[in-house]
């Protein structure tokens, strides 16, 4: 059996910055990726295959989830498994993980996003724990993903702008479209700054990438020009041509086995549903944040009766989504001029502009300064299929004939839908968290991931603040029919904790460079260990820690 200096669970943005560093620096790298290998060539725009038919993801009568939710009619919490729902809590099943499918839009965390108990104290029900490092920590790494996994961007002056250690960012911004130009106005006619998004799309075409070709669509979809900055193209192809990196991919962990030291021995996983395992030095575990506590969780052992971490039953804890809401409104061709309206409509161009003004709300709405979030302005997806679907309802019901007809006509070619994204912290309960199902298994006879999934209601209070705000510029702009829905329900792409990092053993998983407390040769480096999440999508702050943890891995292999 060969052994690895480095064993990595999971391929993503988590597992990338590792693979790289670890493979660059001349050690033997060994990935066990549960999906397959697709290449760039693999993904088309075909709407069909990749969004309504979940071929990215995990086939849901083999592999599932058994999902908690309380139900409001019935006052009483209730348990569905995803199998029979349909509704997939499985992302980017592939090489690279679902930063394949990313919308990319990088925002960093912010200072007070480390410290959030210090600065705005307890908030009743709720786990709320400052992190064990701070922005100053993350910074150098963050610039570190700009450069070497590819982020586009321009640096503007707005009121809750970062630190920066460097200028500005190191491909310029991508092409926007002429609603930008009024976002940015209409911010000013309210007295603050848009924000310039910055995306992990680069702009420029360089040796083995090439740029943005503004296809119109993303999110959901994989790149087929390599511009999009995944863990699979911007991370894994280097670590390969290294030769250090072993890859091996439709690689099922199910356990990792410790020896008599309490150390991680052996990965044991499915391959074509035989069994096999895997030696190394050093393991990383970034199978995303659910999947990462069930694989602990069935790690038992001597040493480890509970599973790996969970001496004081604290894996699976705590997990975290992303609050807020959707809200849009409608730009009709009839409000505006010919010229005015072709440019709207021009494809493929960005928006890229977000609201952070309210990244911390100092209102008399609330008793005191709380933490806010931030608010992305985006083109409605370009997806024709939802659209049509949606034309099919009038104000009586459902429509036939000539008045779906006419529906469809004037939604597609009389107007053009602008919408915003708002993210807040979704505060870390104890009614949200994965554990083992008792009753339901996957096909190979283990039991699946139960994730009990609870909110705050203060999430919604701050969404609502916000959304507020956002539909203020949409009516600043001249958008129609805006409106706005806040949701305790969670998109499932956006989900972290389960291992929070901590300085205490009784009250964490991980320490602060995201080692098991009680194994000392077992890393957890996706969003799993993140305390809280901030106000903003995970991706670039998982790729920053993933670089972090891998200086430290660099430096435990050459001791």
């Not at 397959?36 to 309504?52: I, N, Q, V």
């Not at 006052?75 to 729902?85: H, M, R």
């Not at 702008?161 to 911010?187: C, G, H």
């Not at 790149?223 to 280097?238: E, F, G, Q």
Request: charged share 25%; with cysteine; aromatic share 10%.
């Amino acid at each position: 059996m060969k052994k690895y200096d480095i064993c990595i669970v999971g391929s993503g943005a988590g597992a990338g910055p590792i693979i790289y560093e670890l493979a660059k620096a001349g050690f033997k790298v060994c990935v066990l990726e549960k999906g397959p290998a697709l290449e760039t060539s693999d993904f088309s725009k075909d709407e069909y295959l990749a969004c309504r038919k979940d071929v990215y993801a995990s086939n849901l009568q083999n592999e599932f989830h058994e999902i908690e939710s309380f139900s409001k009619s019935q006052k009483k919490w209730k348990l569905a498994t995803t199998k029979a729902t349909g509704r997939t809590y499985w992302n980017g099943n592939m090489v690279g993980g679902s930063s394949n499918l990313m919308s990319a839009y990088f925002h960093r965390l912010k200072p007070n996003d480390f410290k959030l108990l210090s600065t705005y104290g307890k908030i009743e029900g709720a786990n709320v724990a400052d992190w064990p490092i701070d922005y100053n920590t993350l910074e150098p790494y963050y610039a570190k993903v700009e450069e070497v996994v590819g982020v586009s961007g321009e640096v503007r002056p707005h009121s809750t702008q970062e630190p920066r250690s460097t200028k500005d960012f190191p491909y310029p911004p991508l092409k926007t479209n002429l609603i930008s130009e009024w976002l940015d106005k209409a911010a000013l006619a309210e007295g603050y700054s848009m924000v310039s998004v910055a995306r992990g799309i680069i702009s420029k075409t360089t040796t083995n990438r090439n740029a943005c070709y503004y296809s119109n669509f993303c999110g959901s979809y994989g790149c087929s020009s390599n511009a999009k900055s995944s863990s699979r193209v911007a991370l894994i192809y280097p670590a390969m041509a290294t030769g250090n990196c072993t890859l091996i991919p439709n690689a099922k962990v199910y356990r990792l086995e410790t020896d008599g030291t309490g150390k991680v021995a052996k990965a044991h996983y499915y391959l074509k549903d035989e069994k096999k395992s895997i030696e190394a030095d050093i393991f990383v575990v970034a199978a995303q944040a659910i999947e990462s506590s069930r694989l602990l969780l069935m790690s038992r052992g001597k040493l480890h009766p509970n599973g790996i971490g969970n001496q004081y039953a604290q894996v699976g804890k705590n997990i975290i989504f992303s609050a807020g809401g959707i809200g849009s409104g409608n730009l009709f061709d009839k409000d505006f001029s010919k010229e005015t309206i072709a440019k709207i409509k021009t494809p493929g161009l960005w928006v890229n502009r977000a609201i952070q003004h309210w990244y911390e709300i100092d209102d008399p709405a609330f008793n005191g300064k709380v933490k806010g979030g931030t608010v992305d302005f985006v083109f409605e997806h370009a997806n024709p299929m939802p659209k049509l679907m949606r034309q099919k309802w009038g104000d009586n019901g459902l429509v036939y004939g000539s008045k779906l007809k006419e529906n469809i006509q004037d939604y597609f070619l009389d107007q053009r839908k602008i919408k915003f994204e708002i993210f807040n912290d979704w505060l870390p309960t104890d009614n949200c968290m994965v554990s083992l199902s008792e009753t339901e298994k996957d096909k190979w006879g283990d039991p699946v991931a139960k994730v009990k999934i609870g909110y705050h209601p203060h999430d919604l209070i701050v969404a609502r603040f916000l959304a507020d705000k956002a539909e203020k510029i949409l009516v600043n702009i001249g958008a129609k029919n805006i409106s706005t829905g806040i949701s305790s329900t969670p998109s499932p792409n956006l989900v972290a904790g389960g291992c929070r990092f901590g300085e205490d053993p009784k009250e964490s998983v991980l320490d602060k460079n995201c080692k098991v407390h009680d194994c000392d040769n077992l890393y957890v480096a996706d969003a799993s260990f993140m305390p809280t999440g901030g106000s903003v999508p995970y991706t670039w702050t998982i790729y920053a820690n993933s670089f972090r943890v891998a200086d430290v891995i660099k430096r435990q292999l050459t001791i």
